[in-house]
């Protein structure tokens, strides 16, 4: 199938923007390739070293078998990496019997949203995916390894660990997933109880049956977040095996596929013939294809902040008209919650991502020959794993989809376009996801209520402040200001005000969570207030229009452009659970249009 002229046009033109930069990354990364493996250079001492507590250390001394590193961001608090605890000693065994070495090169950071949503270490989260990058290119610069296996699933766990893949771009690099957990009790019955607490329909009780039911086992959360948008990427980008993102941990195929990928990741080392440096997967149609699934499936928002961070790495530029244009030309074939009842389990059963692939090539919406960690393009992504004993075979995945109200053909998709908008006007420049938003929504006019903070808006939903529609403007909310943290615990609140027959609005120079959407949303407005962006000078009672279809966000007053800008007080943001530290990396975060970045 030709592929789509607007697919080739975007990509023409990252190519054109990334062109300096691009260059400078592949002349450096095959600087650090030429030498070949790195091991080899090592001192006798230095090896010795590397080698003192390995059971391994004579064939690592004296053969020149590949050495696998791998990153892990194990932890066991949060459920999506809590499998990842024995995947050392599998990944061990599966090296020998692949005829490599492995060591565990280092570990990250993960923290859970889920836990610190709406709490201070909220502010220390975006900025946990340059800590990311920062470990894990600690854990790398030992020099030793001829390939690289990732441990991460979450949030800024993936993308972090991708802006060091990318740095290390000389380096093969596989992601290896854990799965997501069964599914407990459905996502929206969740989100009803949470709205039920939030207006005093239920107690606490209620609320902690209700959650304790939904997020119940190992794995990741079953709704389409950030961490299963996150999954998506790594096999649309060619870093996962595929048909391996949605295979639910602790069972025998998981197992086997995480032996796989060891296997692949001893086969394209620089000491055979089918060296893949992480670098030459990760170009501009790699970006461009993670892109089109991110639209497709009606992914987080979160990646339009971390996509351009991931991609800096690798000499790639990307602007977030790159993501309105493509999806304005790719259809929404996925409903899965919260733009939908069914989670991440029923979307893998209906076909998933294997699916979505042969359907994406076939409409020619996806560069079909990039490189992948297969070696074969991405022709290999339309197949799925399945057990041959103890071992995997790839088949031809679905071909039809297996639940309509799931997952449809590109020919017949739930929306022609993926629902993500760029908006520009006197209040800034952001993005909306509206591929939940009912339509009569896609356009809000109202009078605005400016706060500072998420609390003061539940206080003032507490005591009855909002009667009429209203645009809630939460500022100084930005990466310079106090770190960008999501404002998920607001969506329950702004719920129930649109239940209540009100037309309701967000407007923020901060996050939403990937698990947001009925509720239009403006987000990642910037220039941000701390830095006396627009959002500074808005005050209560200013008529503010939200235009999703025509992509317009304006402040209406007539004298807008004239006022001062308000200043940021930052007191309460920047000190308790931490934040002391990260003063240095507030200082120097880039803006969300560029990804909010401190090492990229």
Not at 211 to 235: D, I, P
Not at 240 to 251: A, M, R
Not at 443 to 449: G, K, S, T
Not at 462 to 476: K, S
Request: net charge negative.
């Amino acid at each position: 199938m030709t592929l789509h002229a607007m697919i080739d046009r975007v990509t023409d033109r990252i190519r054109e923007r990334s062109h300096d930069s691009r260059s400078a990354y592949l002349a450096k990364i095959a600087r650090a390739a030429q030498d070949g493996p790195a091991r080899a250079h090592l001192s006798c001492g230095n090896q010795a070293h590397a080698y003192a507590a390995m059971d391994d250390k004579v064939d690592m001394a004296t053969t020149r078998k590949p050495n696998i590193g791998i990153v892990t961001a194990y932890n066991d608090m949060l459920s999506a990496h809590q499998p990842f605890e024995r995947y050392p000693d599998v990944i061990r065994a599966a090296g020998r019997a692949a005829g490599a070495t492995v060591q565990v090169a280092g570990g990250v950071p993960a923290m859970c949203d889920g836990v610190t949503q709406g709490r201070p270490g909220m502010e220390l989260s975006l900025f946990s995916r340059d800590v990311i990058a920062l470990a894990a290119g600690v854990a790398l610069s030992h020099d030793c390894f001829d390939s690289a296996l990732y441990l991460g699933v979450c949030d800024k766990i993936v993308p972090g660990l991708i802006i060091s893949a990318a740095t290390f771009g000389h380096i093969p690099a596989v992601f290896v997933p854990a799965g997501p957990m069964p599914s407990g009790l459905p996502n929206d019955e969740k989100s009803k109880v949470r709205q039920q607490f939030a207006t005093g329909e239920v107690g606490r009780d209620e609320l902690m049956k209700a959650e304790m039911a939904s997020y119940h086992s190992a794995g990741t959360c079953t709704f389409y977040g950030t961490a299963n948008t996150n999954q998506m990427l790594m096999e649309f980008m060619g870093l996962h095996l595929p048909g391996s993102s949605f295979v639910n941990p602790n069972t025998p195929l998981r197992e086997a596929l995480t032996v796989a990928a060891v296997q692949r990741a001893a086969q394209i080392t620089n000491l055979g013939n089918e060296y893949t440096p992480a670098g030459q997967v990760l170009d501009e149609r790699a970006f461009v294809n993670g892109i089109v699934g991110l639209m497709a499936t009606g992914g987080s928002t979160n990646l339009v902040l971390h996509l351009p961070a991931m991609a800096r790495a690798a000499g790639v530029i990307i602007d977030i008209a790159d993501f309105h244009d493509l999806s304005e030309n790719v259809p929404l074939m996925a409903r899965v919650y919260p733009n939908g009842l069914a989670d991440v389990n029923h979307f893998h059963a209906a076909g998933g991502l294997g699916y979505m692939i042969g359907q994406l090539l076939e409409a020619g919406l996806l560069h079909p020959d990039v490189k992948t960690i297969t070696g074969s393009g991405l022709d290999s992504y339309v197949r799925e794993p399945k057990l041959d004993g103890d071992t995997i075979r790839w088949e031809d995945g679905a071909r039809i989809t297996l639940n309509d109200r799931i997952l449809r053909p590109a020919s017949d998709p739930f929306a022609a376009t993926g629902g993500l908008k760029q908006l520009q006007g006197n209040l800034g420049r952001g993005v909306i996801k509206i591929s939940a938003v009912a339509p009569e929504r896609h356009l809000i006019e109202a009078r605005a209520r400016v706060f500072q903070d998420q609390e003061s808006v539940k206080t003032a939903f507490r005591a009855g402040e909002f009667t009429e529609d209203t645009i809630v403007v939460v500022r100084f909310q930005g990466p310079r200001a106090n770190g960008m943290p999501e404002l998920h615990s607001l969506t329950p609140t702004l719920a129930v005000l649109q239940d209540r027959g009100l037309k309701v609005a967000l407007v923020t120079d901060g996050r939403m969570s990937g698990a947001s959407g009925k509720v239009p949303a403006a987000i990642h407005v910037s220039p941000e207030a701390a830095m006396g962006g627009p959002l500074a000078r808005l005050r209560d009672g200013d008529r503010v229009r939200l235009d999703a279809a025509n992509g317009t966000l304006e402040c209406l007053e007539a004298d807008f452009d004239t006022r001062d800008a308000a200043v940021f007080d930052p007191k309460g943001s920047h000190e308790g659970l931490g934040r002391e530290l990260f003063a240095a990396f507030r200082a120097n975060a880039g803006p969300a249009t560029e990804g909010a970045g401190v090492v990229v």
